[in-house]
């Protein structure tokens, strides 16, 4: 694989991750204006043609009417503001159909033309079947709230979410490979600390997104909006109260929302500690930049996610918050990334 086709595969796949990235923000709008029900039908190939016609806007609302959603909470709704909630679920799924044709098409052509490396293929196929799986699991969440409880299941929320932020790592993951080569190993005992330490790291972050996918599922930033201490206490007093007691780590509010404060203060202490550590070791002048960056999307995000709950979420500051972990995780993965590459420390990108 040459260098120009290795420079083209990785163009393509961060074009591709800048997408993910956006149908992570609309996504985060939809849930957050209650948009996510409005279309009861999964049509993958007819459903990306919207009503066009008042007839056919009268029957789109009519079977928005026979969901829970409308009868329990929505049943003043008029049409115009159905349309509203209507379009930020349409553009949600086309956004993901157009994120499929994005990587299909190119993937199909760079494959015939012989300028994928053979190794790589079963990693490019095993991110369109995540793809895939993400548009089901899309599905089967919405359809978690279109039977009694006006609700999508938290569970399947937050597997939903789960699965975008795993699309874009492994998407940005592999782009970075192109663009620069990883050393496998490394004998700087020093050196493999610091990549040990940005591994947890990634780890750590990874769970601050699957536990900020069950306080959204549940609606946890609703409640305990004060802070450093939620309602005058470090762990509210009911955050136990669910029984069995394993139960309360998701289904319960004060606990969810304490779980994922608990990540955010692990990341306001390590991630400074880990940028000192890089400050003083011999690594890339990239890996330093990386590091810096990574430092301040931190803290910018941990100042999204006090806002936003101060602010009761908000749905700029909830969908801005969603994003920014993307960033963050972004940042990271190329830190991750600096530190394995095989350059010399001090030399630039």
């Known amino acids: ?160 979410l789960s699965l975008a932020f795993l699309i874009f790592l492994s998407m940005f993951w592999v782009a970075l490979g192109l663009l620069t080569e990883r050393s496998r190993v490394s004998r700087d005992v020093a050196l493999q600390g610091l990549q040990r330490t940005g591994f947890w790291l990634t780890i750590l972050v990874g769970y601050m997104v699957i536990s900020g996918g069950f306080v959204a599922g549940i609606r946890a930033g609703k409640a305990y909006n004060s802070f450093p201490l939620m309602n005058g206490h470090v762990l509210p007093p009911e955050s136990f109260l669910i029984d069995p007691w394993y139960l309360n780590f998701f289904n319960n509010m004060a606990l969810v929302q304490f779980d994922h404060r608990l990540g955010a203060w692990l990341l306001a202490f390590l991630v400074p500690w880990f940028w000192w550590k890089i400050r003083n070791a011999a690594v890339s002048a990239s890996a330093r930049l990386a590091a810096t960056l990574l430092l301040g999307g931190v803290f910018i995000q941990i100042a999204l996610g006090i806002a936003t709950l101060l602010l009761a979420v908000p749905v700029g500051l909830g969908a801005a918050h969603q994003g920014g972990a993307m960033v963050v995780l972004g940042l990271l993965l190329w830190l991750n990334h600096e530190l394995r590459a095989a350059r010399l420390p001090g030399d630039s990108a």
């Not at 709008?29 to 009268?58: A, K, M, Y």
């Open 1 to 160: 694989m040459d260098q120009v086709a290795r420079r083209q595969v990785a163009l393509w796949l961060l074009i591709c991750s800048a997408m993910v990235f956006a149908i992570l923000v609309v996504g985060g709008v939809t849930r957050l204006t209650h948009s996510g029900l409005s279309i009861v039908e999964w049509q993958p190939i007819v459903g990306i043609i919207p009503p066009l016609n008042p007839t056919e806007w009268d029957e789109a609302f009519e079977k928005y009417k026979k969901t829970p959603e409308y009868q329990q909470v929505n049943h003043q709704m008029k049409l115009e503001e159905f349309k509203s909630i209507f379009y930020w679920e349409y553009w949600h799924r086309v956004l993901g159909r157009l994120i499929g044709m994005v990587f299909l098409l190119p993937f199909l052509y760079f494959w015939l033309r012989g300028r994928i490396a053979p190794p790589l293929i079963p990693k490019l196929l095993g991110i369109f079947v995540l793809g895939g799986l993400q548009g089901a699991m899309g599905w089967y969440m919405v359809k978690s709230g279109l039977v009694d409880d006006p609700r999508v299941s938290h569970y399947r929320l937050t597997a939903h």
